[in-house]
């Protein structure tokens, strides 16, 4: 049995600049971090007394013969592509799927791993990210950005950077008092609203990448300035906030799924209660809201907040990896 753990990770700056059409033509870079809200996938191989042979538990149950049946496409693709067979897959997450925060990329990252250490075999994070990525933009053809199943497989404070090459992952150095104060200074609401990111993502690319090139040239070029801002111990880290709202208003006009009115007036409630700034994370249209709030302003926001649940959260270091790993002596049917 093989239990792995892959955390969430939210989106500072950047988002919109790791679409691969974007960054092949163009530099693409991206400030997020993992934290403390994972998704946990069990995996073993499934006993001989069924008249099925995959078994998977996830917001639904799917009971098949052949894996050709199965109709999640993540798990149906991912299991073809490593040559999974008779095995049970459950899934479990601490937040809600769709929600923005990276959530099937985190699912996809965490199930690799699981279905490598399964087979006995080790697979680094890098390995993890580029399978994942392929699995999800190739095999199930859904549109969206390298960003999540990096941050998902690499875990950590990171600046990614893009080119048409690839991509490189730099850790972001930050004093740990300066690091704390961030993590003091973020708050993070739930909307209530989920929805599926390829979704908005299909919709945002409708929008020519020409047209929407200067705003994220300066989303770009905004990811060095917060990185700047965090690790000069002499910068306001105030400005971090100031700057997460420019960047929201930036996104704002990059699709026209990104925001809702409902999302708007939130955002605003929440500026005039004393937040700098903050973002929707994810692609767009619901999830989670985050917000810059210096802490004599706190009550306020969750006052402003009341009708949404407030979610606090730790940064986190690791990225995905096995929590429980139990060999099992098991021969395949057709290797017996």
């Known amino acids: 049995m093989i239990i792995t753990q892959t955390p969430f990770r939210m989106s500072f700056f950047g988002g919109g600049t790791d679409m691969e059409e974007y960054f092949k033509e163009n530099k693409g870079a991206v400030l997020s971090t993992t934290f403390d809200k994972y998704c946990y996938v069990n995996v073993r191989h499934l006993p001989r007394f069924f008249d099925y042979r995959t078994e998977l538990v996830y917001s639904k149950i799917e009971r098949v013969e052949e894996y050709k049946d199965i109709v999640h496409p993540l798990i149906r693709n991912a299991i073809q592509m490593l040559d999974m067979r008779e095995i049970r897959l459950s899934y479990e997450a601490d937040l809600p799927a769709r929600s923005g925060l990276g959530t099937s990329s985190s699912f996809a990252v965490g199930m690799l791993n699981a279905f490598y250490a399964l087979k006995g075999k080790y697979a680094d994070k890098k390995k993890l990210a580029d399978e994942a990525i392929y699995l999800e933009r190739v095999l199930c053809k859904e549109a969206g950005g390298w960003q999540d199943q990096i941050a998902a497989a690499f875990g950590g404070f990171n600046r990614i950077e893009f080119t048409g090459s690839g991509y490189e992952v730099f850790p972001v150095i930050i004093s740990p008092e300066r690091k704390k104060m961030l993590n003091t200074n973020l708050m993070m609401f739930f909307t209530g609203f989920t929805r599926f990111s390829a979704e908005i993502q299909a919709d945002n690319q409708k929008v020519k990448m020409q047209d929407k090139s200067r705003q994220l040239q300066e989303m770009y ?35 026209t799924k990104v925001s809702t009115d409902t999302i708007d007036e939130l955002y605003a409630r929440g500026v005039k209660a004393g937040a700098l700034g903050g973002k929707l994370l994810g692609a767009g249209g619901g999830g989670f809201l985050l917000f810059y709030v210096q802490p004599e302003f706190q009550q306020g926001v969750k006052e402003a907040m009341k009708d949404l649940l407030y979610i606090p959260f730790q940064f986190e270091e690791n990225g995905t990896k096995v929590l429980y790993y139990q060999a099992e002596e098991y021969q395949l049917e057709g290797d017996l």
């Open 221 to 255: 070029r905004l990811v060095g300035e917060a990185e700047k801002i965090l690790v000069d111990k002499q910068s306001d880290l105030d400005d971090f906030g100031r700057l997460l709202d420019h960047t929201w208003k930036l996104k704002r006009q990059t699709g």
